[in-house]
């Protein structure tokens, strides 16, 4: 069987541990999720009022969009990738702009059908969105800005309010 080079360790185990825990029956037929690994997938920061903008007064009008995507790469590898996208004006300028795709690897054995959907559109972004609202953080005070600290997301209430509105008038959903 072919596997994956980031398959050699998951949950901070060797494939050795992993097979000594499912000898043991600890984690053998129990549904597991461990994070493989959270990455940068693409980063675009702009600044096109640069230097003027600094001269202008105002607040900043922030206005922040984010998408969630899932895909599966494996038997027991999926990825979730958060996207998020920031655009500040100030007095109808646009100060800068934030495109972040964040993406986390997930190693998920013995997990039903039925609860795969909820964890990676619930529960897998808000276990990376720490991660990627340093990032943007960083990228917005490294263009010249305080640092945006985006106020935390209840992925997994979003994800029933679409599950529950996709139920009502019965079209299907995309992602978050």
Do not use: W
């Not at 129990?30 to 096109?48: A, C, H, M, R």
């Not at 004006?89 to 190693?107: C, R």
């Not at 992925?155 to 309010?161: I, K, R, S, T």
């Amino acid at each position: 069987m072919n596997r994956p080079f980031f398959k050699k360790k998951v949950f901070g185990m060797s494939e050795q541990d992993l097979a000594g825990t499912a000898a043991n029956g600890t984690a053998n037929g129990q549904p597991t999720v461990g994070l493989i690994s959270q990455y940068v997938k693409d980063l675009s920061f702009e600044n096109p009022g640069a230097p003027g903008i600094f001269q202008l007064q105002g607040q900043p009008q922030i206005d922040v969009q984010f998408n969630i995507g899932a895909a599966q790469l494996g038997d027991e590898v999926h990825e979730m990738v958060l996207k998020i996208e920031v655009k500040a004006t100030v007095e109808g300028q646009v100060a800068y702009v934030v495109d972040l795709s964040y993406g986390g690897l997930f190693a998920i054995q013995n997990v039903p059908a039925e609860h795969l959907q909820p964890f990676m559109l619930g529960e897998a972004p808000r276990l990376v969105f720490p991660f990627a609202r340093r990032v943007i953080a960083d990228a917005v005070r490294d263009g010249g800005y305080p640092p945006l600290m985006l106020d935390p997301i209840d992925f997994a209430a979003l994800y029933m309010q679409q599950i529950q509105a996709q139920g009502e008038d019965g079209q299907p959903i995309g992602n978050a």
